[in-house]
């Protein structure tokens, strides 16, 4: 219909299922300052780290003033037991895909130079290379997925969250870590750290000199942590049609591309629509679900 939805009317409630001052914290935030300019109306953001944010927002009034910006836990949310519904029980706004910045990284002075050493050594004796991950999330999946692609035994440990990984490998207790750019760039400026491949079918434009794995001829890509804006069942489409196009004109920004680039070390790029974005849910959920620890 050519009548466009009055919306925002009032303030916009978004639930953070993360602690402030990280990631997904910050994108609000900075993507809140550009929804203000625009509609004359603010975020609300409420921090509630893990599966309760989710919880509240499932059961939030359905009015068209209700979201969540979700990662990849509602994805495989049903899946492993953590919820009885996942992102599918709710009302779809848009899947932000992520980009491709995980990476294998080593020390500087590590034996291995190039990716195919550290699997070629890994091939040899599976015991003799050790990789550090968390045993949840994306690094845990990741690291499952690179088994089945390469076919070796790869040998893993927990070693915690990313700041615990990267002092595992500054430590020397394991030999690569699987991480991401943004997490470990500094360690790499600082002389410590190389990365010897990064995820992706093509090189990450901010970090343009580690080569994927596909260039190095592991025929291996994993999908990247996606976001995902979520409604509670039963909002209105057009409310959500409506959210869709507004953070998609907001992400198509330039201003927005300096300030994902400057504060978060980030690419910006256009949001799908509603419908693209449930199909390529569905995607991810079966990727993501492939590998959920039960």
Known sequence: ???????????????????????????????????????????????????????????????????????????????????????????????????????????????????????????????????????????????????????????????????????ALLGGQVDYIVTNVVSAQGYVDSGDFRFLAIDGEERYELCPDVPTFKEQGVDFCFYAQPMIWLAPAGTDPEVCKAFNEILNQIYTNPNLAEDFKTKLSTVAHALPSVEESTELAKEYAEAFCKYVKK
Request: aromatic letters at 12%; a negative charge; proline letters at 5%.
């Open 1 to 167: 219909s050519s009548e466009k939805i009055d919306w925002p009317t009032q303030p916009v409630n978004i639930m953070c299922p993360a602690a402030a001052g990280g990631g997904t914290d910050m994108t609000l935030r900075i993507l809140n300052e550009y929804f203000t300019k625009l509609t004359g109306q603010p975020f609300v953001i409420t921090n509630v780290t893990g599966i309760s944010g989710y919880e509240q927002t499932y059961q939030a009034n359905p009015d068209g003033y209700n979201f969540i910006l979700g990662t990849t836990t509602i994805f495989t949310s049903k899946e492993d037991g953590t919820l009885d519904y996942d992102w599918s029980d709710y009302s779809m706004v848009g899947l932000y895909e992520g980009d491709y910045t995980t990476v294998i990284a080593v020390q500087a002075d590590s034996p291995y130079q190039t990716i195919n050493d550290l699997l070629d050594a890994a091939k040899a004796d599976p015991h003799s290379v050790t990789g550090g991950i968390t045993l949840s999330g994306q690094p845990y999946m990741f690291a499952q997925a690179l088994k089945d692609a390469t076919g070796i035994d790869l040998y893993y440990v927990d070693v915690g969250n990313t700041s615990e990984r990267n002092a």
